[in-house]
């Protein structure tokens, strides 16, 4: 199917790529991703391919961004 | 810093009468003319009781366990638990000079203890105890029924006990309590506070004082990093944390259960240390967060019908998941 590419950052932070979901569909996994961290999503970047790949960067429950 | 004191349970408790006719929730006045008793759970025994009030320079002593104060105070101890507990009243009358109109009873009780915390050079709440300090105000109830009424009014259900001479119940996360000794008398009613831990650190001589906003947010994390970096005299309550740490005082708060926690240090006596010690605590919390939601993922990826295919770790010290969905 596709792949979840995570990235634990050593502040706490997360970011997450979707690989091979194509549409809105990997936005589906923000929330996936929430749970699974018990995060809440900061910021949803989408990427070149027009709507096709859409890379997520969340951040964990702390709100790091908030500084 | 003072005592937190005001914290009075809402009209409707007292008087069922009184938001009708006031349309507010509370008022000064309302708590004088209400206000009656203020329970102190303290850490001190025996020893301390008769020392401090030995320094209290006591114009009345009206029985061995109950002191006539010159501020407008009459303080009873009694032994609970190996401590004793001061029930606070505003003096009677019969016994000292008319207490003026602005008198205000929370106010000379916080000061009552202030002076105590100077003579023991020590805070003397117990701190440890859920039951610092109980408020107990007078009520125009009467009955039982009419309590149980005014709770179904205002849509009150967590009641815990309901006996004939006693109701108690949860509100707002507090615990209250109605009450009455005899029968024909009118139901009292007792208000748990829940006061800031370091409200009641005394004796604090500030050196410097630094307050900022953090991004901490997770209590359990933050009490972790707090005992990694071997933190003192870890008072914790629900929205506070206190500790001491290279001999300073660190307080963090928040708003709600959400919010980040805002810190206040004190006792701040290098400021580049300071600046030092805060920043490793930063980063060591957020390695906790790391290594909390690592663990998070991986227990949690084997309920969704997914798979790890691989991980590794990034120069920056960043841990890379590769999740299969399956």
Redesign the interface.
């Given at each position: 199917?596709?792949?979840?590419?995570?990235?634990?950052?050593?502040?706490?932070t997360?970011e997450m790529e979707t690989q091979g979901?194509k549409g809105k569909k990997c936005l589906d996994y923000a929330k996936?991703l929430e749970?699974?961290?018990?995060?809440k999503n900061e910021k949803i970047v989408k990427t070149d391919e027009y709507n096709q790949y859409v890379y997520l960067e969340l951040d964990?429950?702390?709100?790091?961004s908030?500084? | 810093m003072s005592i937190i004191l005001k914290a009075f349970p809402l009209g409707f408790l007292i008087n069922h009468d009184y938001e009708q006719n006031t349309k507010k929730s509370y008022d000064l006045k309302f708590e004088r003319e209400n206000l009656n008793l203020i329970k102190v759970a303290t850490n001190m025994k025996l020893e301390d009781v008769n020392f401090i009030m030995e320094n209290l320079k006591i114009p009345y002593k009206y029985k061995n366990d109950k002191y006539i104060l010159n501020n407008g105070l009459c303080v009873q101890w009694t032994s609970y638990q190996g401590h004793y507990c001061a029930f606070i009243t505003p003096v009677e009358n019969k016994f000292f000079r008319k207490l003026p109109p602005n008198f205000d009873f929370t106010k000379q009780t916080e000061l009552l203890f202030k002076n105590f915390d100077v003579i023991l050079k020590r805070n003397t709440r117990n701190v440890n105890s859920k039951e610092i300090f109980y408020y107990c105000y007078k009520t125009k109830f009467k009955t039982r029924y009419d309590i149980l009424e005014e709770l179904k009014k205002q849509k009150i259900e967590n009641i815990t006990r309901n006996t004939e001479n006693e109701v108690r119940f949860r509100y707002n996360n507090k615990n209250y309590k109605f009450k009455r000794d005899e029968r024909k008398e009118p139901f009292y009613i007792e208000s748990e506070q829940k006061i800031s831990l370091v409200d009641i650190i005394s004796g604090r001589k500030n050196v410097t004082t630094r307050s900022l906003k953090t991004n901490f947010t997770n209590k359990e994390v933050l009490i972790k990093t707090l005992e990694e970096h071997d933190a003192k005299n870890i008072h914790v309550d629900e929205l506070n944390i206190y500790c001491e740490l290279n001999n300073m005082q660190l307080w963090y708060s928040k708003n709600n259960e959400e919010s980040a926690y805002n810190l206040e240090a004190d006792k701040i006596v290098n400021e580049d240390e300071c600046t030092q010690l805060l920043e490793d605590l930063e980063s060591e919390y957020g390695l906790n967060i790391q290594d909390l939601t690592y663990k998070k993922i991986l227990e949690r990826i084997k309920n969704q019908n997914m798979r790890l295919e691989s991980e590794h770790v990034d120069e920056d010290n960043s841990i890379v998941l590769t999740i299969d969905l399956g």
């Open positions: 199917m596709g792949k979840l590419k995570i990235k634990l950052l050593p502040d706490g997360i979901i996936v749970q699974l961290a018990d995060a964990d429950s702390q709100n790091l908030d500084n | -």
